[in-house]
């Protein structure tokens, strides 16, 4: 553990018999909380995912959503009442007193925009600086967050940058004023394990005794590592709080033993400690093959830079490939070059041993149907304003069926599939569980009848239950369904649970790549040993430096 700050008396954060809905009379999405933070002390608030985590953090800081109904004996900022604030009040607070970190870096930052400028925007609105000293002060904090070559990051947009590049910006930009408070709202979610562990190194860094913090996550390995106190949330409720020592080593309430074992089983596999399970070598027809391709890209330094060197791979029907590295890898990059999303510069993408450049256009669109993908984020991919029902009738309508009483059933069929309720077809997908999105997402792929699903990150974001559940139906929908599945994860204990064999890319190279026990239990390249080594431990008595 951390070696303790000394705390101030007095709470900067205090909360009393808080209650959330969002609806007159809906259910609360939290209810009855009391919690407080004092300067120079770090608090984690873990739970799966719809716990009311984030519902609570975003109270804090007045971003309680819209529609909320908001009562509380209490819910104060450094002994002010906050109900009372007024948007100018909050605006000035948030970015200066307060800095927020958000859980989707991508969706945070302003797609129009630079790094610089939405770095820069807290020294703009809340001091004095000039336009040069701005500029210098933001190149500052991208160096001291880690952030490599700032003086091009600054010139890029948010989707230029990798994943942990991003995460770091936006650290970057709330800590730019200094703040007292610090909250950070899943801070690691879809990061790989060594870009994880520097993320958590540095808000280590940031801990002073004049600043308070507040870590929001359902990684308990993360909050092992940051936290002085633990308090768990469930179902809206807080079920056990105390010393982060005590709750990882001897937790009182049932909930949260289940949360530890479930965390300590993913951590066991991606450490490659679990017993070794039978993985049939591959035997059927190739249907996804890569051959040497490499796919480069100009900044706006004008400088080209390799995202995808000289890889090749082959994926056999009914075989899961597992695609690893950090961010910044090159595994994005790859996904889209199998996809035909983008052209490699050089080498070729074969699907059932015809090129992707050498098919007409009505090829195309039919080899198209029959490779989907599964994104990290399905709300992100739904249009709000559909039905789950309009979403699935609308994939099954492009898959080729025509007549509505068709569409209709093949709906209820792939529903079933997913081990989804036909009750969740007239709802949105904003109503429904993150788990339950999911298993839309997967629904919607299936729609076409696919020889292979592509699995961007499908997990990353979902508390370990969920992650757990997820997974099972995908292995049980690739023996049913005999798909072949080349899954992305930074996570290499979600790897392991599903993949048949597994490719390590790093800098773009493929630098390993062999059946999924055989690399785990001995890996090869230094690159490998360094990705397994650097994943963190649940465990509140072992250092950063030997996780």
């Not at 809340?126 to 210098?136: C, D, F, K, P, V």
């Not at 230029?160 to 408070?181: M, V």
């Not at 996550?217 to 409720?237: E, K, P």
Request: net charge neutral; glycine share 8%.
């Amino acid at each position: 553990m951390n070696a303790l700050t000394p705390f101030t008396e007095t709470p900067l954060v205090d909360i009393r018999d808080l209650t959330v809905r969002f609806t007159e009379t809906g259910p609360a999405r939290v209810s009855g909380i009391s919690l407080s933070i004092r300067r120079g002390e770090c608090v984690a608030l873990v739970g799966e995912s719809g716990s009311g985590k984030s519902v609570t953090a975003r109270t804090i800081i007045g971003q309680t959503g819209p529609g909320a109904r908001i009562s509380a004996d209490a819910v104060r900022f450094d002994g002010q009442d906050t109900s009372s604030f007024t948007e100018t009040d909050w605006r000035q607070v948030r970015g200066d007193r307060i800095g927020f970190v958000m859980q989707d870096a991508l969706g945070s930052l302003d797609p129009l925009r630079t790094i610089g400028q939405e770095v820069g925007e807290p020294l703009r609105l809340h001091t004095s600086l000039g336009r040069r000293a701005r500029q210098e002060k933001v190149l500052d904090l991208l160096r001291s967050v880690g952030v490599p070559e700032p003086e091009l990051r600054v010139l890029q947009r948010p989707s230029q940058l990798s994943g942990g590049q991003r995460q770091r910006a936006l650290i970057a930009s709330a800590i730019a004023c200094d703040p007292e408070l610090l909250i950070a709202d899943e801070p690691t979610t879809a990061l790989d394990a060594r870009v994880q562990a520097q993320v958590v190194r540095l808000l280590e860094t940031l801990r002073r005794p004049d600043r308070a913090m507040l870590i929001v996550s359902h990684d308990l390995a993360v909050v092992a590592r940051l936290a002085d106190r633990i308090i768990v949330m469930n179902h809206g409720h807080i079920v056990e709080e105390g010393p982060a020592a005590r709750i990882l080593s001897a937790p009182d309430h049932p909930y949260t033993r289940e949360l530890l074992a479930a965390a300590r089983a993913l951590h066991a596999s991606s450490r490659g400690v679990v017993p070794l399970r039978l993985v049939r070598p591959p035997e059927g027809e190739p249907i996804v093959e890569t051959r040497r391709i490499s796919k480069s890209f100009v900044g706006p330094d004008k400088r080209s830079r390799a995202a995808v060197n000289d890889v090749s791979f082959t994926l056999r029907s009914g075989e899961t490939l597992g695609v690893v590295g950090e961010s910044g890898s090159g595994k994005t990059t790859l996904t889209r070059l199998v996809l035909g999303l983008e052209q490699p510069d050089a080498g070729e993408v074969r699907l059932r041993g015809k090129r992707w450049r050498d098919l007409s256009g009505a090829e195309r669109r039919t080899q198209r149907k029959k490779i989907q993908v599964v994104f990290q984020d399905p709300l992100a991919s739904f249009d709000p304003r559909y039905t789950v029902r309009r979403v699935l009738e609308e994939a099954i309508a492009v898959a080729g069926t025509e007549r509505d009483l068709d569409r209709a059933e093949r709906a209820r069929e792939l529903l079933e599939l997913v081990q989804l309720d036909t009750s969740v077809l007239d709802r949105r997908p904003i109503e429904l569980s993150g788990g339950q999105r999911q298993r839309v997402a997967i629904a919607r792929a299936l729609a076409p009848k696919p020889d292979v699903l592509v699995c961007d990150e499908p997990v990353s974001a979902l508390d370990v239950y969920v992650q757990a559940q997820v997974l099972d139906l995908l292995a049980d929908l690739k023996e049913r369904l005999r798909l072949s599945c080349l899954f992305i994860s930074h996570d290499l204990g979600v790897v392991r649970r599903i993949a048949d064999r597994v490719l390590v890319m790093k800098d773009g190279v493929a630098v390993e790549q062999g059946g999924v026990e055989e690399v785990f239990a001995r890996p090869a390249h230094p690159y490998t040993r360094a990705l397994i080594d650097a994943v963190l431990p649940v465990d509140p008595n072992r250092s950063l430096e030997h996780a």
